[in-house]
């Protein structure tokens, strides 16, 4: 584990609202593998790190995607180059990935596509053939990156590939089933595919293992780590009905027209 | 040369102030902490005689400056920290204090009595912001007799340091204080975290699956402060001042307010590094003063 | 459409659901405010029956999301008040409260006497955060009792709207909230602000002249929210809730937590526009919602 | 009073350490007058507005001049051009001008030459033949800007003009005598001109009156507020030993070397 202060050195849009963000940190770029996630953290900026998945790493890079959802994620998107955040990762347990698989079915919807390229790098590595199956609402909010052969597309409005989700799009065996996206999405994956690998979200205090905050209900009984023996679990071994589903990824939709705040840009008003 | 900052607490010397926080440390082997030399004790995460798997999530909500938990003392049990995490403590250079948490006073009891003697297990943080299933699930913190009924059942039991941890959430936290001084406690731990709750404007319902939770951080700084002052002086123990502590200037803050040492929780999410800064910090404080000791730094006890 | 904003108290209706607090809106007069339409009502920063000169600077201090205050309730006294401030009030489209304060019961029952009738003055809200001269400095706000006979005290002289304003520093603030329903009370207001401290490391003193102060903004939030939510919880008149609150969803934290309405305090002295911004944010989500009144936002008040 | 969500459009050394900044709030620019200050709220940032002196107003941007001190400067000197900062202002009650004074000095040390530039255009336009006197430590932290005739400069060490204070360097008499800085060179100001304009500072909550945090104890007895009838004072009419001289422009000398921050640069270290 490193924490680096690094600075922004890439930034380029990947779909409608979803941006991909890269900071210089060679020592976390170097040892990071799917599935694993950076904590980072913002000075000024609110208390506690924020969590993503490593997107891609190398070159000395570390590459998130991301949207905006609140304050942290808006934060980050409004850094300019050179600005730096706090890296502190890689963390937690990433994807196994066995040669007997023979192949591997990598299923994502909407941002949990974030562990998906990194997944794929790990994949070809031990030899394995690898099948990406994308899925979100519209063919804008699908992600444009994929250095893979062989990918499905399914969007929930039919506006490009399979019309339904990613879980739906399905369609072959694979070896072995690894999942991210929203945990009710997971827990459709954990019906369908008990031994998938799925990358699970929790809110996270420290990233660290040492809060107790991430706790993941386990069908076993008790609690994991989702930044310790998570995030990556067996589906079957997740109590999905009692993982919160209640982690949205839309604020509350209130408007503060007239607080003064660089985000809602300028303009000069009379008190 | 470096100033000495090293602290006598009377029953027990630290080399440093700064103590890592219950709850915050995990069991002080989660994060491979590379400024060893600057923790003067690590209070392990609050345990229960027998495990406990805690609250559901959510567990946490962040709030501006601060953060609430209800993470509901998930703990191992006494035996599985025995076989677990005391043989690693014994080999390390610094004290770990166990902290200790009970539905009943004879729970607090059995649980030191457990401990006591087991090398590794350096003393004990009597947690008092546990409900007393015996009194109807008020909290022990919240009643001065209770909380020196408590103090007794572990003293009885151990000759190691006791240190009793005070909750906020009372009406006048300096009857409290001197209650379980006479009781006996070596030390008073001034404070735990702060009542709150947050509401989820999707469900309406609580964030926290435990409806409320307890409020840590910078935010409850000045709270945790006046408290911890109040304890300070109104006993004659000493006081180990934790709340919102992230800078050495927060931790000097403290220690001018009477307190003999600190704690650093919140502050180690944001930063796994933050006891090291702070115990940095005081260090180039003290010398850019001229000062060779902590004793030096001057303090403010009024006795009005 | 425009969803109704509007509360009904009972005693009182308001156009909308948020108030300024008192000591942070002076008495309406200082900031032109454009957006007055968005003001439910205005309380009036704390008058005694005579002038008082307040504390000696420094009077303020930031904190983590918060800042301490010690003003001493500096004022022109209920003479002064009834002159210069009453006339304007009389004319304005939203009633003005004024927030009494006194240190003997007597006092605050006379002060109202005075006021009572006057036209402009459009209620009371009794601050019961004030030293009790009569019992030793206890502060009458951590006192059931004393609480209660300060509102009957009130009570007695006028017919206009009571409402009590509680202190968060109490060791059960729902008994002290049923005391003073019973004594008359149209409403509570939850919560003044939580006594804190900081210290100035250049002098080793505290850095309020007056050593201690208390902590509003952002960072009390979660308590206040918890401790507001226990009063609604334990009484039948509305609750008026208090504490950090900045922006709209704040604002519906409250609301859904029980609240009858919402006052803002130190948000503004951030943004002087910070009352017609929760305003008309709470509007924004009631219409998101498809929702034509206040009435139809679900509150959260489970009976255990 | 304006509230602008203004973007940073200058920024330019004038003194070690010391620098300007610059803002486009046509309004507040239009209406600032010598004495006057405007109230900065940064977000993310503090929670208070910190307020500055006006040091300069015209073609639609207000200036200040500063150093940093404590968090919000920190973060003012960080700021990049087009960055917002919410700018409310002009506030309080500014310095007076008679033209029956024919003469002002102006007298400032450090950081109070803030106000002494517009102080001596409003001068002027009055028809007052203005002189100012200005003090620093060393002949590197005068300020290097002035468009006047007359100047007397005077460091603590002589470095530059006058070894002494400011008070000190002013020897011919003046119709007329305002001064900013230090409130104990103030309390020096009134000693030796009672009737002088003095503009104090005080710690600030809100800056528009309603807070009564800024108060400044008078010699009448009670209390004013300095964001309102202040900051601008008979410099007599000043309460100077009971005004807090202890509001150190030092932060206490405490390092943080390891906590993660932006400010502190770059560089990874493992954990
Ligand atoms: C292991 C892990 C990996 C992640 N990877 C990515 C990623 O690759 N890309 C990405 O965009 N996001 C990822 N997230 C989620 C990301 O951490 C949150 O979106 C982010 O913390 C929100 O911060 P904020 O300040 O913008 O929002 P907040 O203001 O904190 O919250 C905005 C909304 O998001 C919800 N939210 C906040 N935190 C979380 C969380 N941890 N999990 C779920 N919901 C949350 C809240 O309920 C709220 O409604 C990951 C989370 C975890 C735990
Ligand atoms: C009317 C007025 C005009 C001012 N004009 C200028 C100006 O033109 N240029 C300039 O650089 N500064 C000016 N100041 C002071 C400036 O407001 C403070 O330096 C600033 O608020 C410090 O903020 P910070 O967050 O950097 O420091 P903080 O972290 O808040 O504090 C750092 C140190 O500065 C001290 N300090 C903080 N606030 C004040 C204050 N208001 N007054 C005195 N000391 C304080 C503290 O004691 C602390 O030691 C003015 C203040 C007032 C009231
Ligand atoms: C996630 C979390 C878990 C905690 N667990 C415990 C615990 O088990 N026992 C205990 O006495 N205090 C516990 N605490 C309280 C802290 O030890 C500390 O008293 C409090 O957080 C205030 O300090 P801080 O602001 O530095 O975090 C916990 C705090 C947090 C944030
Ligand atoms: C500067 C200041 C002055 C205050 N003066 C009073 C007062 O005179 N009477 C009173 O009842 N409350 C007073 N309060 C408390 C506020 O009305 C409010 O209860 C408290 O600040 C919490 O709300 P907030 O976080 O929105 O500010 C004052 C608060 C501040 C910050
Ligand atoms: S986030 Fe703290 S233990 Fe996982
Ligand atoms: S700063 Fe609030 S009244 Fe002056």
Partial sequence: ?271 | MTADLSVDLGHLRLRGPVIAASGTFGYGTEVPLLERRTLAAVVSKGIFLRPRPGTPPPRIVETPSGMLNAIGLQGPGAEALLRDYAPLWSAWDFPVLVNINGETVEEYGELTAQLDGVPGVGGFEVNISCPNVEQGGMYFGNDPRAAADVTRAVRRRTKLPVWVKLTPNVGDIAEVARAVEDAGADALCAVNTFLGMSIDLHSFRPRLSFRTGGLSGPAIRPLALHLAHQVARNVQVPVIGIGGIAGPEDALEFLVAGCAAVQVGTATFADPRAIAGVHDGIAAYLESKGWTSLKELPRYLPLD
């Fill in chain 1, 1 to 271: 584990m490193f924490e680096a202060s690094a600075p922004l050195s890439e930034r380029r849009q990947v779909a409608r609202d979803m941006f991909v963000l890269g900071f210089d940190a060679p020592a976390v770029a170097a040892a990071a593998k799917a599935g694993q996630f950076v904590n980072l953290g913002l000075q000024p900026g609110p208390l506690l790190r924020r969590p993503f998945s490593v997107y891609r790493a190398g070159g000395g890079r570390v590459e998130i995607v991301l949207r905006a959802v609140g304050e942290g994620t808006s934060q980050l998107l409004s850094l300019r180059e050179g600005d730096l955040v706090s890296v502190l990762g890689p963390l937690g347990t990433g994807f196994r990935f066995d040669p007997a698989w023979r192949s591997v079915a990598l299923v994502s919807g909407g941002l949990g596509l974030a562990p998906m390229l990194l997944a794929a790098r790990d994949a070809r590595a031990a030899g394995l053939s690898v099948h990406w199956v994308h899925g979100a609402r519209t063919a804008w909010d699908l992600g444009s990156e994929w250095d893979g052969e062989e990918a499905t597309w399914a969007t929930d409005d039919g506006s490009r590939g399979f019309q339904g989700s990613a879980v739906a799009a399905v369609e072959e065996e694979f070896g072995a089933v690894l999942a991210c996206g929203p945990n009710p999405m997971l827990a459709a994956v954990a019906e369908r595919w008990p031994d998938a690998q799925v990358a699970v979200e929790t809110y996270m205090g420290c990233g660290t293992g040492v809060c107790l905050g991430c706790a993941v209900p386990l069908t076993a009984g008790g609690y994991d780590r989702a930044c310790r023996e998570g995030p990556v679990y067996r589906a079957a071994d997740v109590d999905w009905p009692a993982l919160p589903s209640h982690l949205y990824y839309t604020a509350v939709p209130v408007a503060s027209p007239s607080r003064p705040s660089p985000a809602t840009g300028g303009g000069e008003v009379p008190v």
